[in-house]
């Protein structure tokens, strides 16, 4: 082998890497989808498909009493657009409401926009927040067998979402 077609080879190969390189980076542009819409998110517009669309709570949101303290587990589950969980930013507002009785400190208000908060509230497991509510109740607590019915709203700017539950007691 002589020295031209040694230094010709590792050329090539670079030719031939370039080539590659280009040819996806075309391919990828051309699949690209249209831009979607901006909505109204907090300050501005933002062009994010993945921002919270639906608020509902979660399966294993549930209601569990000892002898005297009550305590609510509600996790709340934001999904995006295409039905994918994600984290929300904004303000929750928690209500519980049961015929014949009176919620304390009703509603449970949780700022998501704060960063620490957000973090320390979220499931990564569940992709839920887990919120824990300490004896909502003023007075007697619901009875065993009763419906309470959670319900929840996300504020973040013009934009508001909301979901209920109802949960046996």
């Keep these: ?18 080539a590659m390189i280009a040819a996806v980076a075309v391919g990828s542009l051309a699949g690209c989808p249209e831009k979607v819409a901006p909505r109204s998110i907090g300050v501005g517009k933002v062009d994010w498909p993945f921002r919270p669309a639906t608020l509902s709570f979660h399966p294993l949101t549930r209601v569990d009493s000892a002898d005297v303290n009550t305590m609510l587990r509600v996790l709340v589950e ?19 409401s049961s015929p ?21 509230l979220f499931d990564p497991v569940t992709q839920t927040y887990r919120l824990r509510i300490e004896n909502p109740w003023i007075g007697p607590a619901p009875t065993a067998g009763s419906e309470v019915t959670l319900s929840g709203s996300l504020a973040c700017g013009e934009e508001r979402l909301f979901g209920t539950v109802t949960v046996r007691w």
């Design 1 to 18: 082998m002589n020295r031209a077609s040694v230094k010709q080879r590792p050329m090539r190969l670079r030719q031939l890497f370039a």
């Design 100 to 120: 014949g009785v009176e919620t304390r400190n009703a509603p449970w208000t949780f700022d998501l926009s704060d960063p620490e908060l957000n973090e320390r």
């Design 78 to 96: 934001f999904r995006d657009e295409g039905g994918d969980p994600v984290k929300a930013i904004g303000l929750l507002e928690i209500e519980a």
